[in-house]
């Protein structure tokens, strides 16, 4: 079936360095590529999301970059604050359903001052 | 805020009982999908209700079954409940369509002992 595979599953920056997050997914079908960041013991809050006609996106301090051919999509976040510290999904639509989403299995992010 | 609004908040049930958990969409949204989070993973996709029909279904048994309203709220069963099935359950709600955000609520803490 449909899978999203998330990498690293930690990591560790100092505040103020870069956070790149990376996903693969196998629905080559799939056409809507969102990131939640979830808080613990908070729901998931959309933070940034991408389309399959768009290579790249950018919010402020985040971006995300998406490779069609690779089936490979990233999150970057620049000038990371301690604030950023949480778990971060990437999710892939299921088809071209847009709510209906595969998740990868989160990225904790922890972000030292 | 996102205007999901999930109830209950946490619900302790005993192995083989049946349980209902229940989602208010967001207005304007006639969209809602189910996800079942477990302890430090991923959420994984149960099934979706557009316009009070079932669009779309994840890799879960039977005993789960849904609704959705006129009013486009939506309740999640789950019959014959087993341990494995404690988890965090989160609902999402949407415009529909492709390109729109899916809103989560709070989700509904499920303990089964």
């Known amino acids: 079936g449909e899978n999203v595979e998330q990498h690293p599953s930690t990591l560790s920056v100092q505040e103020g360095d870069s956070a790149v997050i990376k996903c693969t997914y196998s629905d080559s079908a799939s056409n809507y590529f969102p990131w939640y960041k979830q808080e613990l013991g908070k729901r998931p809050q959309l933070i940034i999301d991408i389309r399959s006609n768009v290579g790249e996106k950018k919010d402020q301090r985040i971006a995300v970059t998406l490779n069609k051919t690779a089936k490979h999509f990233s999150l970057h976040i620049t000038e990371t604050q301690p604030e950023d510290s949480a778990v971060y999904f990437c999710?892939?639509?299921?088809?071209?359903?847009?709510?209906?989403?595969?998740f990868g299995k989160g990225t904790k992010l922890s972000v030292k001052p | 805020e996102t205007g999901v609004t999930q109830s209950p908040t946490h619900l302790i049930k005993t192995r083989g009982q049946q349980v209902t958990l229940r989602c208010s969409s967001q207005?304007?949204?006639?969209?809602v999908s189910w996800y079942q989070q477990a302890l430090g993973q991923g959420p994984q996709f149960i099934f979706q209700y557009y316009r009070e029909e079932e669009n779309g279904r994840g890799n879960f048994p039977p005993r789960f079954s849904g609704l959705q309203f006129p009013n486009y709220s939506s309740e999640l069963n789950v019959n014959a409940l087993e341990l494995d099935d404690s988890a965090l359950y989160l609902c999402a709600s949407s415009a529909g369509g492709v390109g729109t955000e899916a809103f989560f609520g709070q989700g509904t803490r499920l303990t089964v002992v």
């Open positions: 999710a892939a639509s299921i088809g071209r359903s847009q709510g209906n989403l595969i």
């Open positions: 207005s304007g949204h006639n969209t």
